[in-house]
């Protein structure tokens, strides 16, 4: 399972949409309260995260996981893309940091990482909300 918190809706869906129709088991959260519901129930195998969210930001999410020993690993999707945001994202504990800028909305490979890559996991999403 792949946990995505983004408040952007447009994002989230086309990120889980994009997950699951590659037979990956992804769920979107909104807001921190809800990711953090989720978690409490389920860890999953790797976690992607914004930066900027309602409640709390991403990096400070991040900082709580890794403070409450939580070691999955988080991928940083967001539009604070200069190198010393990649370089905050990596050091608050993130092993890999995408950021896009706002006015292209395209991913760009952030390079480097803790451990070089990410490690997706091989599951069979049953079923995924249309939305239209």
Known sequence: MIYLLEDDSAIRELVVY??????????????????YDAMERALPE???LDIMLPELDG????????RAGIETPVL???ARSS???RIRGLDHGADRYSGFHQHHRRAEPAG????????????????FP???
């Open 112 to 127: 480097g990482g803790r451990d070089g890559g990410i490690r997706f996991c091989h599951g069979k999403s049953e079923s």
């Open 59 to 66: 990096l400070e999410v991040l900082t709580q996981l890794r």
């Open 46 to 48: 790797l976690l992607i």
């Open 130 to 132: 249309h939305s239209g």
């Open 83 to 85: 190198v010393e945001d």
């Open 76 to 78: 940083m999707l967001t």
């Open 18 to 35: 994009t997950l699951c129709s590659t037979g990956l088991e992804a769920t979107g959260f909104a807001a921190p309260s809800e990711f």
